[in-house]
């Protein structure tokens, strides 16, 4: 079956650090790829997402590529902020009804 | 007003008794899922509903029941909780994928935290 590893948190940074979190996937056929964001005591939001292969996502300074060759999808940024301390799920589709798997989250701090 | 919204935002109860969480949107979607998030594992799919009269187990349905009262309301029924039941439910929505695609985005509502005694 489908199945979603995410690296191991938690993960700490001072504020305008580099940000990645290693995500990688197992799936038949050809899964869409989602980062989603869960900010404390709020639901899950879609950050980004890719649908094939090479597509990169991009959203609010983040960014992960679809790498079929290393079945990967890190999520990158540049330069975080403290408003980016959440919890961070990559997640994949990969069925006719939507279904999302889920890798079991990272939590980032960042601080100032 | 929130797209998706779930009730109660928390719940203690008691081991043995039964509990119903319930989910409402208003995004007009289809499709409607329940989620439980614990530690570490991520998030697991316990239901989804793809309409009023379309309802599927997910990976994880043991224990729990669904109703789908309406296209914007799906319960999810604890008919006897236990205390490995405590967790954290999240509601989603989505719309029908269109010719060709196979996933739109799930709108999450803020979830409800249980906690069974």
């Known amino acids: 079956g489908n199945s979603v590893t995410q690296m191991e948190g938690p993960v700490t940074l001072s504020e305008e650090a580099f940000l990645t979190i290693n995500c990688t996937y197992t799936a038949t056929g050809y899964p869409s790829l989602f980062w989603y964001v869960q900010y404390p005591g709020e639901g899950l939001q879609l950050l980004l997402k890719a649908t094939k292969a090479d597509d990169k996502g991009s959203n609010k300074g983040f960014e992960a590529t679809y790498r079929k060759e290393t079945t990967s999808f890190h999520l990158e940024k540049g330069s975080v902020q403290v408003s980016d301390s959440a919890v961070y799920f990559c997640a994949l589709s990969g069925t006719s009804y939507g279904k999302l798997t889920f890798g079991q989250g990272t939590i980032l701090t960042v601080h100032p | 007003d929130a797209d998706v919204t779930q009730t109660p935002r928390n719940r203690i109860t008691k081991t043995g008794k039964r509990i119903m969480l319930e989910c409402s949107q208003t995004k007009g979607h289809d499709r409607m899922y329940w989620y439980r998030q614990d530690p570490g594992l991520g998030l697991r799919l316990i239901y989804y509903?793809?309409?009023?009269?379309?309802?599927n187990k997910g990976e994880i349905s043991d224990g729990y029941s669904v109703s789908r009262q309406a296209q914007a309301k799906f319960s999810l029924s604890l008919e006897s909780a236990i205390p490995n039941q405590t967790a954290l439910y999240f509601c989603?929505?989505?719309?029908?994928?269109?010719?060709?695609?196979?996933?739109?985005?799930?709108?999450f509502g803020p979830g409800t935290r249980l906690t069974v005694l």
């Open positions: 509903s793809f309409d009023v009269k379309d309802i």
């Open positions: 989603a929505t989505s719309e029908s994928p269109g010719t060709g695609f196979s996933y739109n985005e799930q709108f």
